[in-house]
Structure formats: C-alpha cells, structure tokens
C-alpha cells in the first residue's frame, strides 16, 4: 500500500493531512479484518503512530483561536457554542450547588438568604460586565482583521481596566452593602446570612473579575475551549470546597461564598497562563498593559452600554425582590429555586447570543456583512429549536427539578407553578439572545442596551407591580404572587418582537470599529 504525499491545499486542509487520515481508516480496517487476511508488525507501528499523531493534533486545534470567517457559518457557530454550553452550565453550578448545598445542610431560610444577594451581587459587578463585553467584541473585530498591535493593545488594556475595576468594586460593597439590604426590606431572619455572604464574595471579587473577563478575551479569540477546561477544574473545586465548608466544618452560608472565591481564582490563574502562551495571535508585554487612552476609550465605549444594561436590570430587579420580599420566606426561597432552574434553562440563549457575538465580530472585522446576515438567520433558528425542546423538558420533569433543592413539599409545588409561567418566554429569549449578539458583535451596544431598559423598565416593574394593585384581597393583601413572573414573561415577549424589528432595521451595519 502506497500513498503520494503533496503539499497542495483542499479547503483549507492540506492533502498530506487528508492522506494522512485515509491511510488511517484502511489501516484500521485492514485490522478489523487481521483474523482473515493479516497486516504486517510495520503496518500496526504506522496505525499507531499515525492515530496517536492525529488524536494529538485533533487536541491541539481544540485549544486554538478559531477563525469564523471561513466554513460554514452554522456549523462555525454551533461548534463555538457546544463548549461555551457547557461552560456556561458549569458556570450555573456555582450558584446551584450553593443553593443545593444550603437549602440542604442549613434550611430553607439560609436558601432565602443566598438568593435575596442576588440583584445586589449582580448591581455591584456591572464594571466587569462592561469591561469584559468591549473586550470581546474588540478582541473578536481586530483578530479577525488579523491587526496584532491592536490586538495586544486591547487585550494589555483589558488586564490594567480589571484591575482598577476590582479596587472600585470592594470600596463600593464595603459602605453599600447593608443599606442596600435594608433598602430591600429583607426579613432580620436573614438579613445577617445575606450580608456576610456578599461581603466574603466582593472582598474576594478579584478571581472571579479576572476569570470573566480573560474567558471572554479567549473567546472573543475563538477559543472557548480552553475557557471550558478552566471553568470545570474551578466547578469540581467549588463543589468540593462547598460540602467540606458547609457540610463538615458547618461555614453555612460564609462557607459557600468562600468556595466560590477560591474556585474562580484558580480559573483566573489558568485564563492568565493560556494567554500568556498566545505568542503567535498577540503580544502579553508590559508596554501593552500600561493604559492607553484610545484603547480605554473604546473599552469603555463599547461596554458601557452593557454594563448600564446589566445595572438597570440590576436596579429593576431589586425594585421587583423588594416586592418578591414583601410576600415572605416561603416565596423568597420559591423564587430561588425558580431562578436557578431558570438559569439553566437560559444557558442555551445565552450560549447562542455569545456565540454570535463572537462570530458577527470576526466577520465585520473582514467585511464579510453578508456572511454575517447568513449565520444570523441559520443560528437564530438552531437557538429556537434548541430552546423550544429545554421548555418542554422542563415542563414535563418540573416537580423533579425543583425537588432538588428542598424536601418541603409546598415548596415544590409553588416553585413549579410559578415556573410554568415563564416556561413558553424562553423560546422569545432565544431570538432576543440572538440577534443581540449579533448586533453587539458588530459594535452596536446601544440597541440591546435600549431595548433592555424598555423591556425591564418600562415594561417588567410597572406590569409586575400593576398586577400586584390590581389582585389585592383579604386573603392577599399584598397582591397575587404570580404576578413577578408574569411581568417577567410579558417582558420577555415583547423584547423579542422590538429585537427582531432593530435588526431587520440594520443599524447595526454600520457601527464597526474604525480600522
């Protein structure tokens, strides 16, 4: 058996590597069939050397920068999406495993406790929103128009912003930490729990600043992989950390946020060394940390609107826990259950939207606007079906899902009502994610940014406290309980009706970063 070796190209693979891989599979055949015909000791040594060779190279790429601009635009976003899935469920298990472990070890109140921190946690972090969403979408723009000194400017930058960011974040939580929580009127049984938990978290906020804003530089490279791997050593540590800090050494709710601050320092630590090993795409050198006014600028300019959106939406949500307080433990602990089985449920969308953010970036880097409204209108319609498929799951094993938190069978139960109202809006969610990375992607922030502030400001608050007034009885004096999560559905429909109108619009065409 004889193979031509050649140098020329095949769609971007070279033919060496494709007679590299058919000498493989007849090899493997001919083994499957060694009991009938026999294969020399020389062709097991090729066989084997040659399928170590390509598992070797196949984990390889996987760990590269991936160029969105050629291949097939829905296979290109499908596979960036599958590790940034499974990234962002890991990533959902921090906050799961948190409420697992409390509601099972300390009780439904310690439960209550971690969820009502929530909208404050969420408010404070806003920084990091904003500077690691600019990061991507610039890091996404100047690699695919394949500009290395921009690159490594941007990415310098990055590092010193989230830095600065991190010193503000823990001046701000140590004064306004408690009166938030005073202003949300959370019940004295768990006000202590909430307050401790959300201090131990900021003071620690360093880890988990640098883990998401270098995962979203790696990824904005293409390489959501790597920000996986990370991201799963940091989730098995969590866990383990939070049942021998809550479970043997009875922390409670100190213990968890504890485990959470250790585990995504360690992922930090990894997102640092893979960068720094990037030396082919950019330059990691002193002079491209220092802050540069142009760079800033734009970091700024692009994730401001974002971390706004994240702190109007912060805002909006602690104007709807304090009505969510107002109706008890009982619902406080309801609604975290709903929430984290609703941040499940949305790992999908969001997976989508990041996805397409990454790949309309690479493309409007290289102009190539009409691959971009290609892979929008393919990946919109794979986040649909992927998210209409979720909701009937949900639906179907709902009692299931939220017996995982508590054995407190009203719980369960209240828990379950209130998530088959929101169950349909996840489908909308999957057209709003969409095509708001898509947007993004192409440097328009303000769009999504508006169209959040409508949708939670205009819509979500008035709707939720409307039908609170409007439900108001003897038996509920402060109004029906559903009507958090109506307004949450509501808010959800419409947003993608005004996403889907923007888009078509195509604004954001013209909002690419100056080359």
Known sequence: MSFRRTSISF???????????????????????????????????????????????????LFQATDMTVGEPWKQIVLFTIPMLIGNIAQQLYNTVDSIVVGRYVGDNALAAVGSAGPILNLLLVLFVGISMGASIMVAQYFGAKEREN???????????????????????????????????????????CYSYLMI????????????????????????FSALVYLLVSTVLNIVL??????????GVSGVALATIIAQAV????????????TDIFDLKPVYIKPHKEFVANIVKLGLPSGLTQAIFSMAMIIV????????????????????????????????????????GQNVGAKAYDRVNKGAKQ???????????????????????????????????????????????YIAMAVTQSLSGVMRGAGDTMTPMWI?????????????????????????PGGREECIFISLLCSWLIGALVTTLFYLRGGWKKKALEK
């Open 11 to 61: 769609k971007g693979v070279k033919a060496q590597q494709i007679n590299e891989f058919r000498m493989f599979a007849e090899l493997r055949e001919q083994l499957a069939a060694e009991q009938v015909v026999g294969i020399s000791w020389g062709q097991k040594t090729l066989l084997e050397r040659t399928g170590e060779r390509i598992t070797v190279e196949r984990i390889k790429k």
């Open 151 to 193: 690159l490594s400017y941007t990415i310098g930058n990055c590092i010193f912003l989230t830095a600065a960011a991190s010193l503000i974040i823990m001046l701000l939580a140590a004064v306004a930490v408690r009166p938030l929580l005073i202003l949300l009127k959370t019940p004295d049984s768990i006000l202590e729990w």
């Open 201 to 224: 978290l900021f003071l620690g906020c360093v880890g988990s600043a640098y883990y998401n804003i270098l995962s979203g530089i790696l990824r904005g490279l293409g390489d959501a």
């Open 242 to 251: 939070d049942i021998l800090f809550v479970a043997k050494f009875g922390m």
């Open 267 to 278: 992922s930090a630590v990894l997102c640092m060394i893979r960068l720094a090993k990037m």
């Open 321 to 360: 826990q304090s009505l969510t307080n107002s109706f008890g433990e009982a619902f406080i602990a309801a609604n975290v259950i709903v929430m984290r089985v609703d941040g499940f449920a949305m790992l999908p969308n969001f997976s989508f939207g990041t996805a397409m953010t990454t790949y309309a």
């Open 379 to 425: 990946g919109t319609l794979i986040a649909v079906f992927t998210s209409a498929t979720l909701t009937g799951l949900i639906l179907l094993f709902g009692r299931q899902l939220m017996g995982i938190f508590t054995d407190t069978s009203e719980l369960v139960d209240l828990s379950r009502r209130m998530m088959g109202i929101i169950a349909a809006g």
């Open 452 to 476: 959040s502030l409508f949708t939670t400001v205009v819509v979500r608050v008035p709707v939720a406290y409307g039908i609170a007034w409007l439900t108001r009885s003897p038996q509920y």
